[in-house]
């Protein structure tokens, strides 16, 4: 009996996550995946992820990888698995990847969207996966601030918790505010990567210039002037969903 390596395409509800990543105390995505290995190989296996999310943030697109007994295909693994996930995370796809692949380091981009939900009344659906905003949104001032994203910045100012010397240079690759039918407001950020807070950050500040309480100089003075975790305040994590993490090529994901 043999072990081989796979990638899995998951997602999950975060509200009643501690985050992604094993914690001492509380319930993590990471936890619940190994746990769900544990019972269908028998063995334990160590879960990584292209993408560390914070407590209450959800995904659409996460993709981690783990070993598994080569006995099990990709197909009994997504099956498996589900059967012994809770409610709240499930397994999309899997396949089989070389056993030096770093799903974290391999990936080209991520994709993360902000969900902003707009009127007078509230709305319990809704506001699970998104935040309210009572008052009217600029949402063209925010398009406008949101294009000045774009490029290769220092993106520390929309930055918090920073280690030591960690660089804080990023290519965001494109910056999207949308405007949807039933009167949302859809931010869409990709990048190579992201720093701990930067989108919620990041959402935050727009928020504050849809408000009129930040110009559109005072926003693009955080991008020219960067300085450490200046933006904001981070708009709250319920509204945040990592969609997408992109390979190249694509890895072959099936069910």
Known sequence: MGLYKIAALIEYDGTAF????LQKDGRTVQGE?????AELSGSPSRVYAASRTDAGVHAAGQVISFWVRDELSPGIVVRGMNHY???????????????????????????????????????????????????TLDVSKMRLSARMLQGVHDFASFATSLEDAEPTVRHMYEVRVLEKADDSI???MSANAFLRHQVRNTVGQLIRVG??????????????HPRKGSAGPA??????????????PALPFAA
Do not use: H, W
């Open 18 to 21: 501690n985050g992604y990543q």
């Open 33 to 37: 995946l190994e746990s769900a290995i």
């Open 85 to 135: 996930l809770a409610g709240d995370v499930a397994v999309k796809g899997a396949c089989e990847i070389d056993g030096d692949f770093d799903v974290r380091r391999r990936a080209v981009s991520r994709q993360y969207r902000y969900m902003i939900g707009c009127g007078a009344s509230r709305s319990p659906l809704r506001e699970r996966f998104s935040l309210l905003v009572r008052d």
């Open 186 to 188: 859809e931010i869409l």
């Open 211 to 224: 408000l009129g309480k930040c110009s559109f100089e005072e926003f693009a003075d955080l991008i020219t």
């Open 235 to 248: 708009a709250p994590s319920r509204g945040l969903c990592l969609m997408q993490v992109r390979y190249q």
